[in-house]
């Protein structure tokens, strides 16, 4: 007998093949947008990812670049996620990498959380 707190898993490639299909179609204001970094990256590891800063704020026009890689543990564990644009946040390292710890969406991760969300 299933209960309520069964979870349908799904495959890892499928699940990134909804995601990338989610990615290139666009979703919400436009402010976010991300990709493979390779067409033929039959893994679906690493990915680009673009945050527009918010407008009227100390971020408005601003383009930050992500790298992020999920790899063979992802989404049961959170991809490791980079800033390629400087960016100067208490939750990035001098190397623009995410603290894990830091980020509530990545420090509390759940399966269902997806490279959307963490953008």
């Given at each position: 007998?299933h ?14 093949l ?7 179609k666009?979703f ?18 690493v990915?680009?990812g ?6 009227r704020?100390p ?7 992500l ?7 992802y989404?049961?564990?959170p ?11 208490v939750c990035?390292?001098?190397?623009g990498?995410?603290q894990?710890?830091k980020v ?6 759940k399966?269902?959380i997806?490279?959307?969300?963490i953008?």
């Open positions: 007998a209960t309520m707190t069964d979870q349908v898993v799904v495959p890892r490639n499928f699940r990134l909804d995601e990338l299909e989610k990615g290139e666009g919400g204001d436009g402010s976010v947008s991300y990709g493979l970094a390779q067409g033929d990256d039959m893994m679906l590891k990915w680009n673009t945050i527009l800063g918010p407008p704020g971020f408005e026009n601003q383009i930050y670049s790298m992020i890689v999920c790899d063979e543990n989404p049961k564990k991809p490791h996620v980079r800033f390629l644009t400087k960016v100067n946040l990035i390292s001098r190397d990498e995410v894990l710890n509530p969406v990545l420090k509390s991760w399966y269902d997806t490279i959307a969300d953008l």
